[in-house]
């Protein structure tokens, strides 16, 4: 088991616990990791981009001139794609980008991503994190007393709680921070896309975390 300190919110240091090495301290697969961030991104894109062929661009039903003897080339609607308003040759429709991957590969990116950043010491780990209510100025305090005021700094607590929120609330006004809940029971799946996912763990310089979404990440991503 890899040892990590433990900070408090002011600051101090005030002991240290074990992390499982089988989800902070594995050697990295950097291949799983690309494929979670393409498949993130990429799901990300809404699809929904049209232009409209000369079909479905109104008008243009009626020939605009005679075939022959006008002097003029031929035409056969005001609407083909070499006029003004006519419709578009070629450009994008409606598409679904989704991509998928297996569970096993998920959880290998997740563990690689977190490993990653443990061993270059880039995560912190707080015993616990509460706000009565949203006040940036408080989660300012928190980042300086860490150190890391000048960092882009991940936070991930560990369940949809009203003190946790508050948390998550006051972090939306400071640039380069970002909080996220791991657990979200809102869609059924312990740690998702919209929690704890590898594009953030590895968009961030430092990743905070909780003693709590320590043993919630080992719960879930434990062999």
Do not use: C
């Amino acid at each position: 088991m890899a040892q990590v300190a433990l900070y408090n919110i002011v600051g101090e240091k005030i002991g240290t616990i074990e992390i499982s090495d089988e989800v902070f301290n594995i050697e990295p697969n950097y291949d799983v990791m690309w494929r979670y961030i393409d498949m993130q991104l990429t799901n990300a894109r809404a699809g929904t981009a049209s232009t409209k062929t000369r079909g479905e661009v109104s008008g243009g039903g009626r020939k605009p001139w005679p075939q022959k003897h006008t002097g003029r080339a031929r035409q056969g609607s005001i609407r083909a794609i070499h006029w003004r308003h006519g419709g578009v040759a070629h450009g994008p429709k409606p598409k679904n980008y989704l991509k998928r991957l297996n569970k096993k590969m998920k959880r290998l990116a997740l563990r690689s991503a977190l490993s990653v950043r443990f061993r270059e010491g880039n995560l912190i780990v707080l015993s616990d994190i509460r706000f009565d209510k949203p006040q940036t100025k408080q989660l300012k305090n928190v980042l300086k007393n860490l150190g890391i005021a000048d960092e882009k700094v991940l936070f991930v607590l560990p369940k949809k709680e009203p003190v946790y929120e508050n948390v998550k609330l006051s972090g939306r006004n400071i640039p380069g921070v970002k909080v996220i809940i791991a657990d979200n029971p809102n869609n059924g799946n312990p740690l998702n896309v919209d929690g704890l996912n590898v594009y953030d763990i590895i968009n961030a310089t430092k990743v905070v975390l909780t003693e709590g979404t320590v043993r919630k990440i080992e719960e879930v991503l434990g062999k």
